[in-house]
């Protein structure tokens, strides 16, 4: 399984939204999370034009314009923006739908495997808010 560049920068982007408005921002500039996060601000623009059509994220426009979360940290799971931005997070497209595969799951000797991988990638991407990754970052740059 490989993961787009565009959900883990996508990714990357919303955590570092997350932090920036939690300290005493109230809209940030892509400029900004292009130069934190070292990606493209043209990259991100496409990232977060996806966001916004989904209601993750509101656009300011004009000099002082830029972009804020429309929900708190708290209410988004990596699991939801990985999803939107990766359309295959499953290892294996048969485990996804199971008529790519003729031989899953009757001939398939480990398709249990590939079901239970797919189960603990997706469970551990749920369990994971923009808080929690915003408070991991936090503390490893304390620590």
């Given at each position: 399984?490989?993961?787009s ?6 990714l ?6 997350a932090?920036?408005?939690n300290?005493e ?31 993750y ?21 990596a ?5 939107l931005?990766?359309e ?37 991407l749920?369990?994971?808010t ?14």
């Open positions: 399984m490989k993961i560049t565009f959900a883990r920068y996508g990357r982007a919303m955590v570092r939204l932090i920036l408005t300290s921002k109230k809209i940030v500039s892509i400029k900004e999370i292009a130069e934190k996060e070292n990606v493209s601000a043209k990259y991100l623009e496409a990232i977060f034009s996806t966001l916004r059509k989904s209601k994220i509101q656009s300011f426009k004009g000099k002082e314009g830029g972009y804020r979360l429309i929900k708190s940290p708290t209410e988004i799971t699991f939801e923006i990985m999803e931005l990766d295959k997070l499953s290892p294996l497209n048969c485990t996804i739908n199971v008529d790519e595969c003729p031989n899953y799951p009757e001939n398939c000797t480990v398709s249990n495997l590939w079901r239970e991988l797919d189960h603990s990638i997706r469970t551990i749920e369990s994971k923009l808080q929690d990754l915003v408070d991991e970052e936090l503390r490893v740059k304390k620590g």
